[in-house]
T-cell receptor, first 115, second 113 residues
Framework: DAGVTQSPTHLIKTRGQHVTLRCSPI?????VSWYQQVLGQGPQFIFQ???????GRGNFPDRFSARQFPNYSSELNVNALLLGDSALYLC??????????????FGPGTRLTVT | KQEVTQIPAALSVPEGENLVLNCSFT??????LQWFRQDPGKGLTSLLL?????REQTSGRLNASLDKSSGRSTLYIAASQPGDSATYLC????????????FGTGTLLAVQP
């Protein structure tokens, strides 16, 4: 079984540009979460989606948005990129939404560099 | 505010040594606590998940404990090997319907051959 997949692996963008990152969860998983990991720090929660609905949002500006598709894959969009958006963006899937205590599985991440 | 702290930030041990990594959290209303391993520039590999109703979990040479009342978790690694060298992250699962993870900043482990 394939794990969580993310694309692209690496990306270089210029300040002010827009970027779209993609994630496919583990087959059968309906919940996808996005995290940002700046070098030297732990990941920070950005969004959670379950059944195509946003279930949670972290402390990130409105330049960050996401959506989930009927096949449960997800996109993270970031507008008006800043140098500080340079980070590893991680996607995680779990097999249920809600308050069930289920393990989260992470993808390999997308390394975004903003110049 | 929900915060997770990991001590030490870095640790170097000789091969074969047993070691303990520490994690503390400020909000005891966690649903679960998860330990991850991260190799340089890579994603996170889940090592152990402890439900809030559990006290510990074991997988091979790894044992993780959870004490909600004191807001602490430990990851015990037995008979360390050079291949164990990585950053170890703990994360508290919070938030009911959201179940977001709050991460610590990690412990960078180096096992010397």
């Amino acid at each position: 079984d394939a794990g969580v997949t993310q694309s692209p692996t690496h990306l270089i963008k210029t300040r002010g540009q827009h970027v779209t990152l993609r994630c496919s969860p583990i087959s059968g998983h309906k919940s996808v979460s996005w995290y940002q990991q700046v070098l030297g720090q732990g990941p920070q929660f950005i969004f959670q989606y379950y059944e195509k609905e946003e279930r949670g949002r972290g402390n990130f500006p409105d330049r960050f948005s996401a959506r989930q598709f009927p096949n449960y894959s997800s996109e993270l969009n970031v507008n008006a990129l800043l140098l500080g958006d340079s980070a590893l963006y991680l996607c995680a899937s779990r097999d249920r939404g809600g308050s069930g205590s289920y393990e989260q599985y992470f993808g390999p991440g997308t390394r975004l560099t903003v110049t | 505010k929900q915060e997770v702290t990991q001590i030490p930030a870095a640790l170097s041990v000789p091969e074969g040594e047993n070691l303990v990594l520490n994690c503390s959290f400020t909000d005891s209303a966690i649903y679960n606590l998860q330990w991850f391993r991260q190799d340089p520039g890579k994603g996170l590999t889940s090592l152990l998940l402890i439900q809030s109703s559990q006290r510990e979990q074991t997988s091979g040479r790894l044992n993780a404990s959870l004490d909600k009342s004191s807001g602490r978790s430990t990851l015990y690694i037995a008979a360390s090997q050079p291949g164990d060298s990585a950053t170890y992250l703990c994360a508290g699962g919070y938030g009911g319907a959201t179940n977001k993870l709050i991460f610590g900043t990690g412990t960078l482990l180096a096992v010397q051959p």
